[in-house]
C-alpha cells in the first residue's frame, strides 16, 4: 500500500523566508542548497507548490516542467486506482465465494432426519460431553467437546442414544450440531482463497484455489453432518492461513512448525476378565480403559489372606497369589505359547474361590529396588515374576481377532528386562488402612498430557473395521477410485470426492514437477528471461513447493499405518491439492452439477441399473451409487 506524506503546516512559511535569501545568494555568486520536493499527495498540493517556485526562482527549475509534473501525478492516481480497484475485486471475490458456500452447506441441512454413517460416534460422545460422563476417547477431546457445545447451545440435550445409522431422530434438536459443523465447512472457502493470495499475491489463482474447494461434492458432503472432519480441516486451514499471515510480515515464505504431531508412547492400564476357555481356564486379556475388572485380591502364597488379620504391607520379593475379584480365578501361567505371541507363555485364570496350584504363584518385584522395599501406590513400577516358568506378566498393543473380542494380548514374556512387563498399583482398597490423599500420587499436567495422548494413539492405532464396512487404502484416495457410503435406503448420501477435481489435482501436481524441473535447469544455464517473469515464476514454484509439502504430510503418514483406513482420511490432504490447482473452472462446475446428488440425497433405483438417476455417472465400477 502507498502511504501519503504530508508537509507540517510551518514549512510553507519556511519555504516562504528562505527563496529570498537564496536568490540573494545566488546574486552573490555562491551555490545555494537544492531543497527536495515533498513526497506528492494530491495534484493540488504539488501544482501550486511547483508554481509558486516557478514564480520565484524560475531559473533553477527549468528542468522540471509543469507537464511533467502532471504526468507524475497522473501515474500515482493510476497506481492508487490500480490499487483501490484490486482490492475491491478482492474482496467481493472473498464476499461471494463465502456466501455461496455458506448457501451449499446449509441447503436442506436437516435432511436426511436420521443418523448418517459416524454421527453415531460422534454424536453420542458430544452428548456424554453434555452429561459430564466419563468415557475412554481415542481423539483429543477438543473437536467433541464442541460438537457438544454446539447442540447444549441450540438446546440439544444430551438424552439421544446415537445407536445406529438410520436411526430416526424424532423430535431431537440435532440441527443445530449440524450447522455448527457445516459453518466451519464453509469457512474453508475463504480460508483457501486468503491463504493462496498470501502464497502467490495473484487473486486469479486465489479465485480458483478456492472454487475447487467449493466445488468438491466430498467436502461439501462431509460438511453438512455431526463429524470430527470439517473440525479438522478448519483448524487445518486456520492454522494454515496464521502461519502465512505472520510469515508475510517477514516477507518470506518458510515451512516452519505448522502441522503437530501426537506424542507416541506406549502405558496401559491393564484390566483382564474372563473370555474364552474350558471349565477350569479362561483367556486373560487387557484394554485401555478403567472399569470393576481392575480389582485383584493379594493372597498368600499357601493360603488365602484373613481379612480380620493385620494387614501386612507387601514388599519387593514377596510370593503372592493374585486372585481376581470379579470371577474368583487366580492368576496363573504355564509353558505353553500364547496366542499371538509364540515366544510367550499363556496368560490364563484358573481354579475357583482362589484355590489353584503351584502356577498361581508370583513374585513382586519393584524396578530397581532391593528385596525388602515396600511397594507404594501409584509410585512403584512392578514386575509380576513367575515362580517356576521365570516369566513376567505383559501386554502389548497387538489386538486379538474377533473370537477375542478384538482386545489386547496378555501373556508372560520370558525377557524379563522388556519395558512391556512394567506394572503399578493404582489405589488400595482395605478398612484396616488409613485413609490417604490420592492428590500426593497425582502425576503433574505434562505426565498427564503425554500419558493421555500416549493412550489414545494406541487405541486410535488398533481400531479395526466392522464386519461388512467398507474401507480403502490411502494408493485409491487420490484417484478417487472408491468412495463412502453415508446412509442408505431410500435417502442415499454418498461420499465421493468431485472426480473431475480430484483427477486435475493429481495431473496438476505431476505437471508442476515437470515444469519446476524444466526451470530449474533454465537457471542453471542462466538463459536468458525477462527479470519479472523469473521472479514471478520463482514466487509461483516457491507457493506450490509450499502447498506440495503441506499435501504430503497430511497424506503420506497413513501409507505405513495398519490401523482401518476410509476415503474421508484423506480430505485434509486434498485441501492442499486444491490449492495448488486452478484452472478450468467450467469443466469442474459441471462435473458438479453432475455429482451434487450425492451430497444431497440419491433416491430411486441404483446406479448400476439404467433407470438410476446416477446412471450415467458412474465412470468406475467401485462407486457405490
Known sequence: MRAHWKMPSNIPTKIKQKYPEEKNRENDGKLSPNIPPPKISSEKTILNKHEKEVDRNSSDDSDMSLTKVKEEVQL??????????????????????????????????????????????????????????????????LGKMLIGLSGYLTGYDGEFPFGKPG???????????????????????????????????????????????????????????????PILMFFIMAATYCKLKFLSYQNKVKFVGLFIILLIGFTTVSDLWRLLGDPRQSMVTTYSHKDDNNYWILNYPHNLADPNDEPQIVKSGDLVRLQHYTSKRNLHSH????????????????????????????????????????????????????????????????????????????S?????????????????????????????????????????????????????????????????????????????????????????IFWLALGLMALFLVQYC????????????????REHKRRIFSACWWLLLGWALHYLPFWPMTRVLYFHHYFPAFLFSAMISGKLSVIS???????????????????????????????LEHWDL
Open 412 to 500: 508372560c514374556n520370558p525377557n524379563l528386562r522388556d519395558s512391556n512387563t512394567l506394572w503399578n498399583v493404582e489405589e488400595v482398597e482395605d478398612e484396616r488402612l488409613p485413609n490417604a490423599n490420592f492428590e500426593l500420587y497425582s502425576p503433574s499436567f505434562m505426565e498427564k498430557f503425554i500419558e493421555s495422548h500416549s493412550v489414545m494413539t494406541q487405541g486410535n492405532s488398533g481400531l479395526k473395521p466392522k464386519e461388512g464396512e467398507i474401507t480403502s487404502r490411502p494408493w485409491q484416495w487420490p484417484l478417487n477410485i472408491r468412495g463412502q457410503i453415508f446412509s442408505g435406503g431410500e435417502h442415499r448420501i454418498y461420499l465421493l470426492g468431485n472426480p473431475v
Open 76 to 141: 500515482e492516481k493510476e497506481r492508487e486506482d490500480a490499487f483501490t480497484s484490486s482490492s475491491r475485486t478482492y474482496y467481493t471475490l472473498l464476499v461471494l465465494m463465502t456466501m455461496i458456500a455458506l448457501a451449499l452447506r446449509l441447503h436442506n441441512i436437516e435432511i436426511p432426519s436420521h443418523v448418517c454413517w459416524d454421527e453415531t460416534h460422534f454424536g453420542k460422545m458430544g452428548s456424554w460431553y453434555i452429561k459430564r460422563t466419563f468415557f475412554f476417547d481415542v481423539h483429543p477431546p
Open 167 to 229: 436411526d430416526q431422530y424424532g423430535d431431537t434438536k440435532y440441527v443445530g450440531m449440524r450447522v455448527f459443523c457445516a459453518l466451519l465447512g464453509a469457512a474453508l472457502v475463504p480460508l483457501s482463497y486468503m491463504s493462496t493470495w498470501l502464497l502467490t499475491k495473484t487473486i486469479m489463482s486465489a479465485f480458483f484455489a478456492s472454487l475447487f474447494v467449493l466445488l468438491d461434492v466430498g467436502t461439501l458432503t462431509l460438511s453438512r453432518h455431526i463429524l470430527l472432519d
Open 335 to 410: 509353558k505353553e505359547p500364547a496366542p499371538l505371541t509364540k515366544r510367550h507363555y499363556q496368560l490364563s485364570g484358573y481354579g475357583e474361590n482362589g484355590n489353584g496350584d503351584a502356577n498361581d504363584i508370583w513374585i513382586v518385584q519393584i524396578d530397581g529396588a532391593p528385596v525388602g522395599v515396600p511397594v507404594q501406590t501409584a509410585k512403584s513400577k512392578l514386575r509380576f515374576i513367575h515362580y517356576h516358568v521365570r516369566c513376567a506378566v505383559s501386554s502389548h498393543d497387538k489386538r486379538l481377532p474377533a473370537w477375542g473380542f478384538e482386545q489386547l494380548e496378555a
Open 518 to 533: 524444466v526451470f530449474a535447469v533454465k537457471v542453471q544455464r542462466r538463459l536468458n528471461e525477462a527479470k519479472v517473469w
Open 589 to 619: 462446475g459441471y462435473c458438479f452439477y453432475l455429482f451434487y446428488p450425492m451430497t444431497y440425497g440419491m433416491s430411486g433405483p441404483l446406479a448400476s441399473q439404467e433407470s438410476g438417476m446416477m446412471h450415467k455417472v458412474k465412470w
